[in-house]
């Protein structure tokens, strides 16, 4: 669409401020810093079966020397 209309047009279509969308653009533009530990969660995950919550999964990143909360690792778990 931004081919079509001016950037402002389409922002204030979508009530969305210009600083925000600026924001987000930045946002997407950055690599995702968790990625590394997704990957490891992933594995995790898959050695045990699907078995392991994100309790012992943050327990088994924490024996491997990853330091990381439990609330992220729920977080990372649930997408």
Do not use: C, W
């Not at 990625?35 to 079966?49: C, M, P, T």
Request: aromatic fraction near 12%.
């Amino acid at each position: 669409l931004r081919q079509f209309y001016p950037l402002d047009e389409l922002l204030r279509a979508a009530e969305i401020p210009r600083s925000t969308f600026y924001y987000h653009l930045k946002a997407l533009s950055k690599p995702d810093k968790y990625a590394d530990v997704k990957k490891r969660i992933g594995e995790i995950y898959h050695e045990n079966k699907g078995r392991y919550g994100y309790r012992r999964v943050t327990l088994s990143l924490h024996r491997d020397g990853e330091r990381i909360n439990h609330k992220a690792v729920q977080r990372l778990m649930g997408t």
